[in-house]
């Protein structure tokens, strides 16, 4: 039994070993890490396996983020969750092994941060020397019939579903590279409006596009032959995880957001998912209350960060410079 580290791309085997761990979601898959790396600069793929017997039984996988000599290790980066992946033949010293070798990994003298999502709470025992900070996803549990969920909705979040209806507005499911990219527009005009920097360039989705299979979900709401908002969802084993709900400035009068989520919510109903995360709220208030509104049901994870001193510094500067440039 022993650890291996693979670069470049996932090992054999990787993904069969994900769908054999049913807590798995789609961020832990070679599909997402292949996303990242191909459509964002500076970043590098990298799983830490556990082979017993030859045979791949558990892994972490993990990105590599490397910009001016500094080094950052994430699993999984952008706040999408990572963690450890075990199969059925998994050792129960497995996860301890595999948390030994990623904290080695942090601990590189170029290596500035690191950091793991941990939504299946496999890696509490194993993070010494990380801070851990305690976050809240909600989540839809898909069971029963739609008719049964949609009772669970609130008022407000059923009234705004029928008011798109209403209105004219109808979903779709996204099928061309030119959705994706009408997706990364409306993205770009949220992030202007929200006043935050954009991490996705036009690569990253059409990177997206390309993703064989079932896991990668875009819903686009149309009105009146425009596409005026859109839904990222991916699906993985138990779980759609929403990734981005994304609408034009001019058409949140018409309250698609509500819509794309109804549809995600009775697709992965449909498909046999269990589990429909909305993810966490960031604190904002207003963000929360939109997800309540489907009647979510609150799940505590954890996220671990280890910074060195120096790197911690040059973060603080570097948003104060931002701030001044505001």
């Given amino acids: 039994m022993g650890i291996e580290v693979a670069r470049e791309s996932a090992p054999p085997g990787w993904d069969e070993l994900v769908r054999e761990d049913a807590e798995a979601t789609f961020f832990h898959t070679s599909h997402w890490a292949r996303v990242l790396c191909s459509g964002l600069d500076g970043h590098e ?3 830490f396996t556990l082979r017993d017997g030859g045979a791949l039984v558990a892994g972490i996988p993990a990105v590599w983020t490397r910009r001016a000599g500094v080094a950052v290790l994430a699993s999984m980066p952008f706040g999408t969750f990572g963690g450890p992946v075990t199969g059925s033949g998994a050792p129960p010293e497995a996860t301890e092994l595999l948390l030994d070798e990623f904290r080695r990994a942090a601990r590189t003298p170029a290596t500035g ?6 939504l299946a709470g496999r890696c509490e025992d194993g993070m010494r020397g990380f801070e851990s900070v305690s976050e809240e996803a909600q989540v839809v549990r898909l069971r029963g019939e739609y008719d049964d969920l949609w009772n669970g909705f609130k008022p407000s979040a059923r009234n705004k579903i029928r008011k798109a209806e209403k209105a004219g507005v109808t979903v779709r499911r996204a099928s061309s590279v030119e959705d994706f990219l009408a997706y990364h527009e409306m993205l770009e005009e949220c992030e202007a409006r929200w006043g935050t920097p954009t991490s996705y360039g036009a690569e990253f989705f059409r990177a997206l596009a390309g993703v064989p299979g079932d896991g990668v979900q875009m819903w686009l709401a149309e009105h009146e032959g425009s596409i005026i908002a859109g839904d990222l969802n991916f699906a993985q084993n138990a779980t759609v995880m929403n990734w981005g709900n994304v609408s034009r400035d001019s058409a949140r009068r018409l309250a698609p957001n509500n819509l794309l989520h109804a549809v995600g919510i009775e697709e992965g109903l449909r498909e046999g998912r269990a589990v429909y995360n909305l993810g ?8 929360d209350a939109f997800k309540a509104a489907f009647g979510t049901e609150r799940v505590e994870f954890h ?24």
Avoid at 303 to 311: F, I, L, V
């Fill in 45 to 47: 793929p990298c799983f």
């Fill in 113 to 118: 941060a690191a950091h793991l999502v941990d």
């Fill in 303 to 326: 996220r671990y960060r280890a910074e060195k001193p120096w790197y911690r510094v040059a973060r603080l500067l570097r948003s104060a410079r931002r701030g001044d440039r505001s």
């Fill in 280 to 287: 966490s709220s960031a604190g904002i208030e207003g963000v």
